[in-house]
């Protein structure tokens, strides 16, 4: 996808007045994020690129100013019945705590495996939370049900006018905190962030008389827009595997892809290795906490994936995640910038050999930060043992020094990431 966007002011769903309604409605609700100047995107892209730090916000990410907007609407008859809803994660908190706030009981179903910081904290806000299900599908059909036995006012992740409006707030901020901004970079799932941003910038900007290019990334394993782009209607993919679950939405949103096929100029993918090194950038040289599904727009910009003009905004859409699997992405986020290596080795089996390869590894000044030592590799001979070494490097040049330094010394180490 690569185009002009298309008249902004023929785009279905909220008006420019309903997003400034929003905004107006939300105002002491919400916090208005820090923007944050990032000088090595900037060098990286070629152009001033700032950081919209979402993840920063009142539950850790975005939803709460469309969750908020939405049940905000509802008349009091409807608040009277309660709100329900269906999620893994940040839309969850939303609920739970715009309910709160507004005084209304909130239900909440979510499969078995949700995180559980983002369990805990729904919870927190005062929310009925019911588990069950292996992933999202057995709570939505839950959430439904309910909501048709019990009366509940069912409160949708990102297809319906109002959460379009609430999310589209970022877009205003955005242009009042950095007026000069031309490009912005929005990470897409279902479509509501998108398509609130695009249109609220898009329409506002036409009213100015500027112009100003929107930019979408989506998962590589759960890319639903650009094949329903192609279809020219939302169609359903297949979600595979992905750290960016977030936004792993198996079938675009019908107002939201309305909205979002003329207002948004061009989307990509980035892949999960990506991803992880984006947040490891992110956390690194921003010192800023950013769950997958928020860093996707950084990592199109590493990656080369995007081209600005001027001055780019990327919108860091979340912080919530959950610490073990920090863990894991920093691991990969090292391995895919040359920074963590794990190899195997085949030694004989005799004393002496672990000592000798991890002396070669110092002398080359890298540092072993685990061991595993095995006798029952696969593929080894009988008088063979397995070494498993994680060692630190400097990055892809110092890793192949140590890699070029044991195999001069006869050794056959085999990278495993």
């Known amino acids: 996808m690569n185009k002009a966007a298309l008249n902004p002011e023929s785009l279905p769903g909220p008006t420019l007045e309903d997003f400034a309604d929003a ?3 939300l105002r002491g609700v919400v916090q208005e ?31 709460i100013r469309g969750a908020y907007y939405c049940i905000s609407k509802l008349t ?28 209304i009981k909130a ?13 805990q904290a729904t919870m927190a806000y005062g929310a009925e939370v019911i588990l069950g299900g292996e992933s999202i599908n057995e709570p939505l059909k839950a959430a439904q049900e309910f909501a048709e036995t019990t009366g509940a006012v069912r409160i949708p992740p990102f297809d319906h006018p109002d959460i379009i409006a609430g999310q589209g707030t970022v877009g205003l901020e955005i242009m009042d905190q950095v007026p000069e901004v031309t ?12 398509a609130g941003v695009a249109s609220a ?66 989307i990509v993918t980035v892949s999960d290795d990506e991803t992880a090194r984006a947040m490891l950038m992110l956390l690194e040289r921003a010192k800023l906490v950013v769950e997958p599904s928020g860093a996707v727009g950084v990592a199109a910009i590493l990656e080369g994936k995007v081209e600005a003009t001027g001055p780019t905004v990327v919108l860091l859409s979340g912080g919530n995640i959950d610490p073990m699997i920090m863990e894991r992405v920093i691991s990969r986020g090292m391995a895919g910038a040359g920074r ?15 000592a000798r390869t991890s002396q070669i590894v110092s002398d080359n000044n890298a540092n072993v930060v685990e061991v595993i030592h095995t006798r029952h590799g696969t593929g080894l001979q009988i008088s063979q043992v397995e070494l498993e070494l994680h060692v630190e490097t400097r990055g892809p040049e110092h890793a192949e020094e140590v890699l070029s330094a044991l195999r001069a010394e006869g050794y056959e180490p085999r990278v495993v990431f």
Do not use: W
């Not at 940040?90 to 507004?102: D, S």
């Not at 979408?216 to 960016?244: C, F, M």
């Open 201 to 266: 910038m898009k329409q506002r900007a036409r009213a100015e008389g500027i112009s100003i290019k929107v930019i979408g990334v989506q998962a590589e394993n759960a890319s639903s827009y650009l094949p329903s782009l192609k279809a020219g209607k939302p169609v359903q993919i297949d979600v595979k595997s992905t750290i960016n679950d977030g936004i792993a939405v198996q079938k675009p949103g019908v107002l939201n892809f309305e909205i979002i096929k003329d207002a948004v100029d061009d």
């Open 183 to 194: 490009t912005v970079i929005v990470p897409i799932g279902g479509g509501g962030l998108m």
């Open 23 to 25: 905004q107006h409605t």
């Open 76 to 103: 009091d008859e409807e608040k009277a019945r309660g709100v329900v809803a269906a999620s893994a994660g940040n839309h969850a908190q939303g609920v739970a705590f715009a309910a709160r706030e507004q005084g």
């Open 107 to 119: 239900t909440i179903f979510t499969p078995m495996g949700v995180a559980l910081p983002k369990l």
């Open 33 to 63: 994020t820090p923007i944050e100047i990032s000088r090595y995107l900037s060098e990286v892209l070629g152009q001033p690129v700032h950081l919209k730090c979402e993840n920063l916000q009142r539950t850790g990410a975005y939803k």
């Open 340 to 354: 963590y290596m794990k190899m195997r080795i085949p030694l004989p089996d005799r004393p002496g050999q672990l």
